[in-house]
C-alpha cells in the first residue's frame, strides 16, 4: 500500500470567522450587547447571518499600514480633515444590517461630524470604508455597504486592493480612488514594500516626498 503524503495544515491564519445563520436583528443586538465593546473580535450582520470575525497579526498590520496610508494622503492633500472611525459598530436598524468595518473615514463631510458623536440616524454614513479580507467571508459587504450608502469601498486580499465608487445605489469596481483621483493603486503597493522592507518610518517618509513632489 503506497501512502500519499499530505502537506500539513497550517493554522497560521491571518482571521478567524465564525458564522451564524438565520439570526433575527433582534438575536444580533442582544449578542452586540453581551459581548461589550472591550473585545478584539468585530461582528457583521446582514440578511440573518452574523459573522464574528477575529483578526490576526497579518490582518491588524494590513490594517494598520493602509490606514496610515490613506491619513497621509488627506494630510498631504487639500482636504478639510479627516475623522477616522477605526472599527466603531454602524449599525442601521431600518436595513437590519450592522457592521464594524476595519477602518472608516469621514473625509468629503469630516465638517458635518467633527467633535461630536456620529448618529446614523441623523449623519450620513463614512465618506470611505476599508476591509481586510485576507479569507473568505460569506458576508456580501459590497451590497451591505452600498445599501448604507458608503461612497467609497477599499477591499484588501492580502495582495490586491479593489477600489469600489457608490454608483446608483451598487457598487462599480473603479481603478482610481475618487476621493484621491491623483493617486494610483500601485502607490499603494509600493508603500506596502515599503514597510515590509525598509520599515514603516520611511515607508512614509518616501510616501510624503512623493506627494509633496506631485505638487510642485
Known sequence: MVTTPVAP??????????????LSWQAYETILAALGDRRSAQLTYYKGMLEIMTPLESHENS?????????????????????GMGSTTLNFPTLHSGAEPDQAYYIANES??????????????????????????DIDK??????MGVP????????????????ADSYQEVEVSPTFPGVPKER?????????????????????NWLQQQKS
Not at 9 to 22: A, G, N, Q, T
Not at 142 to 147: C, D, F, T
Request: overall charge negative.
Open 112 to 137: 458635518l461630524v467633527r467633535g461630536k458623536t456620529v448618529d446614523l440616524k441623523t449623519d450620513p454614513p463614512p465618506d470611505l470604508i476599508l476591509e481586510v479580507d485576507i479569507t473568505h467571508t
Open 188 to 208: 499603494l503597493y509600493e508603500y506596502l514594500r515599503d514597510c515590509a522592507e525598509v520599515g514603516e518610518k520611511q515607508a512614509k517618509w518616501n510616501l510624503r
Open 9 to 22: 495544515i497550517s493554522f497560521d491564519l491571518p482571521e478567524k470567522r465564525v458564522v451564524l445563520y438565520d
Open 142 to 147: 459590497n451590497a451591505l455597504y452600498a445599501e
Open 63 to 83: 490594517k494598520h499600514v493602509i490606514g496610515n496610508f490613506i491619513e497621509i494622503l488627506v494630510d498631504e492633500g487639500d482636504f478639510e480633515g479627516i475623522k
Open 152 to 167: 467609497e469601498f477599499w477591499r484588501y486580499n492580502g495582495r490586491t486592493l479593489t477600489i469600489y465608487a457608490l454608483e
